[in-house]
């Protein structure tokens, strides 16, 4: 188990397996106990969930137990095709992608995917894509606007690689250039942050219609852990700063820049990942059918205006002389 | 240098011939005492080593234009405190200070001007400003500058230095990145020129935003331009970097940029461009 919160509830687990053991030995019926420790240790995980100081989230987030994207094509959709490659370069293993059905209609889904051991880790480098990752992601998405079809995309990276390969093939073109064919992609976008919405590597996937949450997500300008080597010059800061930068769904929904967070059952995606799965299905559902079948020129409008009002500014007479014009 | 000594000023070229011949700086990179008249003629570019001194919003505009900005835009706007954050200092004391020492106007720079003769809508990026860094207002400010362009048809030119987004802001700030993005989409449809020149140093959210969406990318010579900063990456692969990697030479040996252009030809060159693409 990766995440500590788990550690206290271990004892009241045991508990009820040896009241199972004993019953099922002696024969004799002490469901009522079972189901009153049940409850507690639902309710006092509850809570303790509810009580997740932010960098808390952060490793929630992390957890190498939680549905990774094709966990999530597995169980909430059918008919899966991967696509692989850029056509440029290569494939990258850290963005997955291809056709899959959601409730009756074909749609284009596009993730970024981690491995849960150090081989797949290897391939799917950490769930850091490099340029032709992205290059992938954008051309997968340029095949779903030819054919009219949704897109629905995973966010789940710390954040684009930074290598040398990664820059000489320029990273920040492959981003840029994704956040500018999204803003001007004619089919509906939606996006979920799954796990780790790290910086420009995460939004390189993410500028959709509708953009969701799981509850325990995070999604950030910086790692904390990087912001807090900046500000606080020492990365074992990292719980301040992930306060200060405010990463959690609550935070993001509270700022305006996502539209819902998806409810993650008690213990997190990963301690129930059908029931988080189920979750997401919902809710993804819902938006996808609001946004599929509208006109595509209305929603490009919209997406735009959608990112033009995210921020936060004042407004105060500049001084005297400071003017570039007189 | 005068313009870090007044930065609220523009330099006009008669304030330029003002300096008095006596005043010198040495330049950073090869130590040559240099005159600071001969230094502000030659745009802040050693004569001696080529080196490109790093000068404010202002020094760009004044470089590019026939005669700096006929208009300059959203002036008024200024950060505010959307997370409450503070570290060694609460977010709104660095943005006071920053505007005590450089100037209103956050990081960048915008407003309509000419180019030989050519209505052009130009913004600039201040590095002084917390590093250039990208919050609400450079990517308000932008965002505005594209949609005046689009307004007026006018050719957009914006010269980035940026440390990339800024932090204090949070989330906020790398929604500017889309926000940016999304204009620059609009003035693509609308068939009008972008021209983007980069500077030392251009990094991170700017870079992965609009730095890197121009029809033509011109960079100064020397540059560092990149997505991550070379420390990252150092410290992320656990070896040494590549003499010159993420200089300008290098992204125009790898294909990310069209030319490297030294400031004092820059106007020339943008003018030559803007020829070819209205
Ligand atoms: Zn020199």
């Known amino acids: ?326 | 240098m005068s313009w870090f000594k007044k930065p609220k000023q523009k330099l006009s070229s008669e304030q330029k011939k003002e300096l008095p011949e006596d005043v010198w700086d040495k330049c950073d990179e090869c130590g040559e005492i240099l005159y600071s008249r001969r230094l502000a003629e030659n745009r802040y570019v050693c004569p001696e080593c080529d080196h490109h001194f790093r000068i404010p919003a202002a020094g760009h505009i004044d470089n590019l234009t026939d005669d700096g900005l006929e208009e300059e835009f959203d002036l008024e706007l200024s950060s505010a405190d959307p997370l409450d954050f503070e570290d060694s200092r609460p977010y709104p004391k660095r943005i006071r200070q920053a505007e005590e020492d450089v100037g209103p106007g956050d990081a960048v720079r915008t407003g309509r001007g000419e180019i030989d003769g050519r209505s052009v809508h130009v913004g600039a990026m201040d590095f002084r400003f917390i590093g250039g860094s990208m919050g609400s207002v450079v990517g308000e400010k932008v965002r505005r500058l594209a949609t005046s362009a689009l307004d007026a048809g006018d050719p957009l030119i914006i010269v980035s230095a940026s440390g990339g987004a800024r932090m204090q802001e949070g989330i906020l700030s790398l929604m500017q990145m889309a926000k940016t993005a999304a204009a620059l989409e609009q003035i693509d449809e609308a068939g009008l020129p972008y021209v983007s020149i980069l500077t030392h140093p251009t990094t991170g959210g700017v870079t992965a935003s609009y730095a890197m969406l121009g029809d033509v990318i011109l960079a100064e010579p020397g540059a560092l331009i990149g997505f991550a900063g070379p420390r990252v990456i150092k410290q992320t692969i656990g070896q040494d970097l590549p003499e010159g990697f993420q200089r300008s030479e290098f992204l125009l040996e790898h294909g990310m940029i069209d030319r490297i252009v030294p400031r004092p030809e820059m106007k020339e060159a943008v003018s030559l461009l803007l020829h070819h693409m209205t």
């Open chain 1, 1 to 326: 188990m990766a995440f500590d919160a788990e550690e206290k509830f271990e004892e009241l687990r045991e508990r009820i397996s040896d009241l199972k053991e004993t019953a099922e030995e002696r024969g004799i019926d002490m469901s009522d106990q079972i189901r009153e420790l049940r409850d507690r240790l639902e309710s006092e995980r509850e809570q303790a969930y509810e009580d997740l100081s932010r960098y808390d989230r952060v490793k929630l987030a992390r957890d190498q137990d939680r549905p990774f994207t094709l966990d999530y094509v597995e169980h909430l959709f059918d008919d899966w095709v991967e696509l692989h490659g850029d056509r440029r370069y290569g494939d990258d293993g850290a963005i997955v992608g291809g056709w899959a059905t959601f409730r009756g209609r074909s749609v284009m889904v596009i993730g970024q995917q981690r491995g849960r051991d150090m081989e797949e880790n290897l391939k799917r480098n950490f769930g850091s894509p490099h340029p032709e990752g992205y290059r992938k992601a954008g051309r997968l998405m340029e095949l779903a606007e030819k054919f009219g079809k949704p897109v629905i995309t995973m966010v789940d990276t710390q954040g684009a690689y930074p290598g040398i390969g990664a820059e000489e093939r320029g990273q920040a073109e492959a981003i840029a250039a994704n956040l500018k064919r999204m803003a001007g992609l004619r089919t509906p976008l939606v996006t979920c942050v799954i796990g780790e919405g790290g910086s420009g590597g995460a939004l390189g996937i993410a500028v959709a219609d509708r953009v969701l949450m799981m509850e325990n997500a995070i999604y950030s300008v910086i790692s904390p852990e990087g912001c807090a080597a900046i500000l606080w010059r020492s990365r074992d800061e990292a719980g301040k700063a992930a306060e200060a930068l405010k990463v959690t769904a609550p935070d993001l929904l509270e700022l305006g820049v996502i539209d819902e967070i998806v409810p993650e059952p008690g213990g997190g995606a990963h301690a129930d990942p059908e029931a988080a799965a189920g979750a997401l299905d919902q809710v993804l559902g819902d938006h996808l059918e609001e946004v599929a079948d509208r006109d595509p020129e209305e929603l490009v409008e919209e997406r735009r205006e959608k990112f033009y009002a995210m921020g936060a500014w004042e407004e105060k007479e500049p001084p005297d002389g400071a003017r570039l014009d007189r």
